[in-house]
């Protein structure tokens, strides 16, 4: 099972938006609504930001949103902050032999 | 407050063994799926295992699959991970992982332990 892609960085000016990809197969992102997004700081565990491709835990952020279309998933900060500043794993539910696929990871740089 | 802690990392020659436990708190654990997921140093999240519940069905990562067994004690609210054969590309942190109630995706993380296999 091969991890789901993501671009290495992405950054952008404090109150800015972005957006991250996570592009997998049919066999994951495309074929459930099983996506999940995760925010990791130096040195700490994943926190959950969104789960079901869009739907925000209970004390996350309105300016954290997801979505999906076809084999890509996303995940949209909005009024970017410097504590966004961290790293970003999609995740999703997989058809193959491995139940749950991660992706590479996207580190968030607040200019 | 739901909480999970890892313990029983350390360093192994490899071909070695180890086991790792995670006590849990602030659920119902024994309602509930849980996972082990691992990162290598510098290194992305890699899915491990999971087990039910009940204990009757775990899943394993084809990375660890016949040398790791993932098991749970729901009267010690206990997760564990023996770890056999370990090879140098099983160093990494081991998280413990609560599932999401009725999907998919993992809502608690414990802090972690580190194994490293080196000689």
């Known amino acids: 099972q091969s991890a789901l892609t993501q671009p290495a960085s992405v950054s952008g000016s404090p109150g800015q938006s972005i957006t991250i990809s996570c592009t997998g197969t049919s066999s994951d992102v495309g074929g459930y609504n099983y996506v999940s997004w995760y925010q990791q700081h130096p040195g700490k565990a994943p926190k959950l930001m969104i789960y079901d491709v869009s739907n925000r835990p209970s004390g996350i952020s309105n300016r954290f949103s997801g979505s999906k279309s076809g084999n890509t998933a996303s995940l949209t900060i909005s009024g970017l902050q410097a504590e966004d500043e961290a790293d970003y794993y999609c995740?999703?539910?997989?058809?193959?032999?491995?139940?749950?696929?991660f992706g590479t990871g996207t580190k968030v740089t607040v200019l | 407050e739901v909480q999970l802690l890892e313990s029983g990392g350390g360093l192994v020659q490899p071909g070695g063994s180890l086991r790792l436990s995670c006590a849990v708190s602030g659920f119902t654990f024994s309602s509930n799926s849980m996972s082990w997921v691992r990162q290598a140093p510098g290194k992305g999240l890699e899915w491990v295992a999971a087990i039910g519940g009940s204990g009757a069905s775990t899943y394993y990562a084809d990375s660890v699959k016949g040398r790791f067994t993932i098991s749970r004690d729901n009267s010690k609210n206990m997760l564990y991970l023996q770890m056999n054969s370990l090879r140098a590309e099983d160093t990494a942190v081991y998280y413990c992982a609560k599932r999401i109630v009725s999907t998919k995706g993992f809502d608690y993380w414990g802090q972690g332990t580190l194994v490293t296999v080196s000689s």
């Open positions: 995740s999703s539910y997989t058809s193959s032999s491995s139940l749950y696929v």
